[in-house]
Every structure is written in C-alpha cells, then in structure tokens.
C-alpha cells in the first residue's frame, strides 16, 4: 500500500514540475495535440462509416429477416466502435510519445539535470533516427502487447456478473501498467535500458507502478485530459525511474532561471 501512495505522489510530482517550468509544459502540450487531432478524425469516420463497413464485411446477412439484419448488425457496429475506443485508449500515449519524442526526451532531461545533485541527465549517446527506430520498435512491442489484453478483457466482459464487476477493475490496473512503461521508457531508453529488462523492473514494483498508471489511465478517459497530463506525466515518470534505477534524486529543487509558472 505504500507503494501506491508513492507512485500516485510522483504523478503529482511531475504536474508540479510543469507548472513551475512553463515553458517546458507549453512544448510538452504540442505532441499531445497533435495526436488528439488524428485520432478523434479516425473515431468520427468510425462512427460514420463504421456500419456500412459492418454491412459490407457480412454479406451473408444481407437476406437476413428483419429485426434480426439489423440487431446483428447494429450489434457489430457498437462492438467495432467500442474496440476503436479501447484501441485508442490504449495506443494514445505510445503514439502520442512516438510524435513528440524529441519533446519529451528534451522534457524528461531537463527534469533529471533540474533534480540531479551534480546537475547532470544520463544520454544514451545514440544518433536521433537511432532513438526514433527504438523507440518505434518498442512502442508497436507494447501496443501489441496491450491489444492482446484489450481483446481478451472485453471478450471476458461478456461474463456475466465478472465481466461487469472484476473485468474492469484488471482492465485498469493492466492500463495503467502499460501506460506507466510508456512513460519511464523516455527516461530508461536514454539510460540504455532494453525493453525486457525495463519489463522485469516494473514487474518488479507493481504497486508503485499501479499506484502512478491507474489513476493516470482514468483520467484519460475524460476527453481532452490526456493532452493536458502528459508532459506531467513524462515528468512524473522520470522522477520514478530514477528511483527505479536507485539514483540520488534532489527533492523539489528550485525552478531555473527562464522557468515560467503555468496556470492551469
């Protein structure tokens, strides 16, 4: 239990970061955006044109009776959009990461020299083209990874009883476990930590893992929240990966002398 306390009070660590570093969040909001913009334009033409989809992909029931035609097919079309929905839930921040990482790896930097006692941030020393095609490689390795869970979640949301009760509940935790990998993996990858080894030091701290994702994961459920939480996160994330990693943190350090607060 404390370890939930601790991940949850390093997502709030990092909002405080942004809001005393202005500048940094104003950057750290453009990827974000970015990927909002994408991904609502692919839901509206889901919900546009997702049925006729459905209609063409069955024509086994085009001679169907009515209602039957319309049930099975009204049927589909809910589940096509509810697994777009999920789908974007999931792969937000991984894509989201993907668009700005040369936005949040100059964020996640700037905090670990702002909180380290030598005033120095770990660099991996690889080419940008070389982060870029790991971090790909990585991120299309955990959105596999977390489609696999969001099929077989809402297949065993058709349960009843524990499909309505304790399905959503691990659909949370299991969120915010790969939403959390996302994040830390800005500041390990720049530590040359591989996606394996990163797996098995998280695993090895769930709760202080749940403790930072889960609430993270609720909270981009609310339209538009996500945007304005992720250059916090990626902050928060880098705090905690330097715990992970047993460095020396300075705690609260004092803004740099271009910071500007952010109201929000």
């Given amino acids: 239990m404390r370890d939930l306390g601790a991940g949850f009070s ?11 570093h202005g500048r940094q969040y104003g950057f750290g909001l453009i990827p974000g955006l970015i990927t909002l913009v994408l991904y609502a334009g692919a839901l509206v033409a889901l919900g546009l044109w997702g049925e006729d ?134 500041a390990l990858q720049r530590r040359r930590v591989e996606l394996r080894d990163r797996l098995t030091l998280l695993r090895s701290r769930k709760t202080l893992i749940w403790g930072f994702g889960t609430p993270l994961g609720l909270s981009f459920l609310v339209p538009f929240v996500a945007v304005f939480l992720m250059p916090g996160a990626v902050a928060g994330a880098t705090l905690m990966a330097r715990e992970l990693m047993g460095e020396e943190t300075r705690e609260e350090a004092a803004p740099a002398p271009d910071a500007e607060p952010v109201s929000r």
């Fill in 53 to 186: 989809f459905v209609a063409w992909s069955t024509p086994f029931a085009d001679d169907w009776s009515s209602p039957w035609q319309g049930v099975f097919r009204g049927f589909l079309t809910a589940v096509l959009f509810a697994l777009g929905l999920l789908l974007a839930v999931l792969t937000f921040t991984a894509v989201t990461l993907l668009i700005g990482q040369p936005f949040y790896e100059n964020l996640s930097e700037k905090v670990d020299r702002d909180v380290s006692p030598d005033g120095t941030a770990p660099e991996s020393g690889l080419p940008l083209w070389r982060e870029l095609l790991i971090s790909a490689r990585d991120s299309l390795r955990i959105v596999l990874r977390a489609l696999v869970w969001g099929v077989l979640l809402f297949a065993l949301g058709f349960v009843p009883v524990v499909g309505q009760t304790v399905v959503p509940v691990v659909g949370f935790f299991v969120t915010g476990f790969f939403l959390t990998e996302e994040l830390t993996a800005v």
């Fill in 10 to 20: 390093y997502l709030l660590k990092g909002q405080r970061w942004v809001a005393r």
